[in-house]
């Protein structure tokens, strides 16, 4: 809106997208068009294109694999037909075909069944297929390769202070690449600060536990990290109080 800076709302979906909240979206343009993959509240995965979104056509596919709530969904970087990473408090993470049909347990192509305590997050590194990490409530982050997903490849600690406490909030991992060298960058339940691990294309074991290779201080006050963007070599994170 020219008079109150507002943006315009191009398109509004209805029930037929999802019949409880949504938690979780990502985008990817597919030519002219964009597809938006949903996770939601009533245990399912949609997705819908942008031009369908006004005729009120619903989600062109739908999984109902979860038992319970989707906190994460996220495309990987395939342009053509991306996989779906999603992640539910049910204790599965699982990676989706969308080609094959989203009711059948076929088009979960791979499962992760308790690699997290309620795992609520899912994210493909950047430019991968294959590559992607998990997170959840505990004080482990992993980092998988979908072409063996019998162990992570490599698991990090060290974001989340050592309480033996039950954690309660969602931290939100991303990637960031910065030259030639690859990081997580990640908050922690109460650490009140941003952690990094440094990604290695050598000497990694899923054995081992790889500590945190850096961390900044929030300023005081702030509390912990919710979630985080990146774009180039800047990140924006949202932090407790509503601020980022």
């Known amino acids: 809106s020219l008079t109150t800076g507002a943006p315009r709302l191009m398109h509004q979906t209805n029930k037929l997208l999802h019949s409880s909240g949504i938690f979780s979206m990502d985008v990817k ?91 609520h997050s899912a994210v493909w590194k950047p430019l991968s297929d294959s590559i992607f990490l998990t997170a959840g409530l505990d004080d482990v982050i992993k980092l998988w390769d979908l072409r063996n997903t019998g162990e992570p490849v490599v698991s990090f600690h060290g974001h989340v202070p050592t309480s033996g406490r039950k954690l309660k909030r969602i931290h939100r991992p991303t990637f960031f690449d910065s030259g030639s060298d690859s990081f997580i960058l990640t908050g922690g339940e109460n650490s009140h600060a941003i952690s990094m691990f440094q990604l290695s294309e050598e000497g990694n074991n899923a054995r081992d536990l790889h500590s945190v290779f850096s961390r900044g201080k929030l300023p005081d006050g702030s509390g912990d990290v919710g979630s985080m963007t990146v774009h180039s070599n800047q990140v924006a994170a949202t932090v407790e109080g509503g601020e980022v």
């Open 29 to 119: 343009a597919q030519g002219e068009d964009c597809l938006i993959v949903t996770g939601s509240k009533d245990k399912s995965i949609a997705v819908s294109k942008l031009s369908r979104l006004a005729d009120n056509h619903g989600p062109t596919w739908r999984s109902q694999c979860h038992a319970s709530k989707v906190a994460s969904v996220s495309f990987s970087s395939s342009t053509i037909t991306p996989l779906i990473a999603s992640a539910s408090d049910d204790g599965l993470v699982g990676i989706h075909d969308m080609r094959l049909n989203g009711s059948e347990s076929s088009s979960t192509v791979a499962r992760l069944e308790d690699s997290h305590v309620r795992p």
